[in-house]
């Protein structure tokens, strides 16, 4: 299938929170997302729009699992939030044990993904961060798996702020 792409651009914090949340209402169990971007272009921001559209409770307060490699948080699935920016190897990955959440029920997240996407399912969902300047960012939604292309069709449906190609 030929991957498909939406973009959209976020203006603040709050920006990128609503698009995480508006994907997290869409997404099912057994749905991967691997954020791509540099330190401080939105990631964690993002994340804890995901976890809010997932139903988790508004005060749990969302970070990033950069020391305990992953944080789980309950809601109308399960989050899996993955951080492997610490992980010097794919053997580290996968002595730890963290490609077995890409199975389990609930959605997982994982923050810097291109560090090994060859460890990453085929049906995720990339999404990419680029830091335009202070407050505004790029973020790239895309894959070409079936389950990608539908989560992508469900996001367009209720999200019009966004250039497709």
Sequence with gaps: MKERCVTYDTASDQETIHLGQELGKVLKEGDVIALVGELGSGKTWFTKGLA???GISPDTIITSPSFSLIN???GRHTLFHLDVYRLES???FLS??????FYQDGVVVMEWA???PEI???WKLKVGFVIIDNS??????SGNHYRAVEILQDLT???RNQIEY
């Design 72 to 74: 789980e948080y309950e």
């Design 136 to 141: 505004l960012r790029k973020i790239t939604l």
């Design 52 to 54: 809010l559209g997932l």
């Design 120 to 122: 990453l399912p085929e």
């Design 157 to 159: 449906r209720v999200n």
């Design 114 to 116: 291109d560090r090994w």
């Design 96 to 101: 730890a044990g963290l490609e077995e959440y």
């Design 90 to 92: 794919l053997s580290d």
